[in-house]
């Protein structure tokens, strides 16, 4: 690992920092990294947004968003006048219309390439990509280490991703793209390479000849909460399956890297991507289900339906549910279902991942289970980050026959490592950023390996024309999705 004090300091450049994913989340996850102190000490902030602010306004725009985002027991923090201090000196703000190119030359007025690395952070909808790299190119403030770091969804196909990768291509090398999905800055995400390649116990059980199915589960109670133009022109199978759940597949599922470089990484998640068995129209009835939420009740309150969201189109066929048997074809994973399924306005808000080892051929514990259940290893990324084993367990007496019960062995993250403190995504991806450490993040080629697949289902869907089955809000989607998966003799993790 590099010393902390290799690390040149940077010029953080967000391009619509006054925008919801700026406020949310990247001033957030700067103030936990500044309260951390790992933020270089002559690193500068830069909101750029085309409205007119005095730089006191920003700074205050940035106070409040701290106060209404930041979690209780960081906001606590806030209360040291000596961390704010150090934070909102670093802050600094520009009044650009991003559509003008002449207006990137006032960023000659607070950068230095000579001192500090060049960040640009891209919070902005993508069809104004091409107009910044044309303004940063033409304005001379970009260098060699310059980078430029941009957010899905980057195209809605493989064709307009490659048109995004193009324009930014044109001005930024491969090597200075820094492409986030935020699920990779997780620490149980991060922790699949520890487990899988720094234990022998799974290493060596780690393919189809131990291995029954996997599921992988990203359940979301919220519903379009004020999303509707943007989500319903995408869906959930190009808004969570195209990123978030294939990234989690392949760490699932990639051969061990050479070592930990982003190459090597890379590589092998490509790997895994490539060998997806196609969902095409033959198919894609028995391998896919869509959902569309209707009105129901989640923790007690009425909620509305899809179609009855603010804003909405009555007529509307976009799915906010999606559940999929994926096969890899590769010797490793010959005959391995992996069973996704993600929604909106579902029964609780969880995003695991549940390995199923296969069932023992003979049972000599009858008198507790007619059929040995499978040992799980489960991985929960949110909300309650942490690693359970289910085995079985002798119920401790003196009785005349063994009697088995389930136990799980709990890996809680914040129970074991309580002295550590343990970051969202977010926070750690920005750092890596502005590291300049391009391994968390996704290569051109992943990304339109992604869209290949995905758009296989996207096409087969459009010439079935069908309409997405309704599932009540509140519960775990469309009946359908359980049979997709009891076809096989299998059942969802409840």
Avoid at 38 to 67: C, M, N, Y
């Amino acid at each position: 690992m590099k010393d902390k004090k290799a690390f040149k300091p940077c010029d953080l450049v967000i391009f619509g920092a006054l925008g919801d994913l700026s406020r949310r989340k990247l001033l957030i996850s700067l103030y936990r990294l500044e309260n951390a102190n790992l933020i270089e000490p002559d690193t500068r902030i830069i909101g750029i947004d085309r409205h007119a602010l005095e730089q006191s306004e920003f700074v205050e725009i940035a106070h409040k968003s701290l106060q209404e985002f930041l979690h209780e027991e960081t906001l606590n923090n806030l209360k040291e006048e000596s961390v704010w201090q150090r934070f909102s000196a670093r802050l600094s703000y520009l009044k650009i219309d991003l559509t003008q190119l002449d207006q990137y030359k006032q960023l000659k007025t607070v950068t230095d390439a000579k001192t500090r690395v060049m960040v640009n952070y891209f919070a902005v909808s993508p069809f104004l990509f091409k107009n910044i790299c044309q303004g940063l190119n033409q304005s001379g403030v970009l260098t060699e280490e310059s980078r430029m770091v941009m957010e899905k969804p980057i195209g809605h196909n493989l064709k307009s991703s490659k048109d995004i990768n193009d324009e930014v291509a044109s001005v930024f090398s491969e090597k200075q793209v820094f492409r986030i999905d935020h699920y990779l800055g997780k620490e149980t995400v991060l922790n699949l390479l520890a487990l899988r390649f720094a234990n022998s116990i799974f290493t060596t059980n780690w393919n189809h000849n131990t291995i029954d199915h996997i599921q992988i589960t990203v359940a979301e109670e919220v519903g379009i909460e004020g999303r509707w133009e943007y989500f319903d022109k995408t869906g959930q199978l190009r808004d969570m399956v195209q990123n978030h759940l294939l990234q989690i597949l392949t760490f699932i599922a990639m051969e061990p890297p050479v070592n930990l470089e982003a190459e090597s990484i890379h590589n092998e998640k490509i790997k895994v991507l490539k060998a997806l068995r196609p969902i095409t129209l033959s198919n894609v009835e028995e391998k896919t289900v869509r959902g569309q939420y209707t009105s129901g009740y989640l923790k007690g309150q009425a909620v509305p339906g899809y179609l009855e969201e603010e804003g909405a189109n009555t007529e509307s066929t976009a799915e906010s549910f999606v559940a999929l048997r994926v096969d890899i074809d590769n010797w490793r994973w010959a005959g391995v279902p992996f069973y996704l399924r993600t929604g909106k306005r579902l029964q609780g808000k969880r995003t695991e991942i549940v390995v199923y080892f296969k069932q023992l051929p003979h049972n000599i514990f009858k008198d507790s289970f007619r059929d040995l259940p499978p040992n799980k290893l489960i991985i929960h990324l949110q909300p309650n980050e942490g690693v359970e084993i289910e085995i079985l367990n002798k119920i401790p007496g003196i009785d005349e026959h063994i009697k088995l019960k389930r136990t799980k062995l709990d890996l809680s993250f914040s129970e074991t490592f309580k002295k550590s403190r343990i970051f969202g995504g977010y926070e750690k991806l920005v750092l890596e950023a502005m590291r300049g450490n391009p391994t968390l993040f996704l290569s051109r080629e992943e990304i339109e390996q992604a869209w290949t697949w995905i758009d296989s289902i996207q096409d087969a869907w459009y010439h079935l024309n069908a309409v997405p089955k309704a599932y009540p809000a509140g519960t775990w989607g469309p009946v359908a999705s359980v049979a997709l998966i009891a076809r096989d003799g299998r059942a969802w993790e409840e």
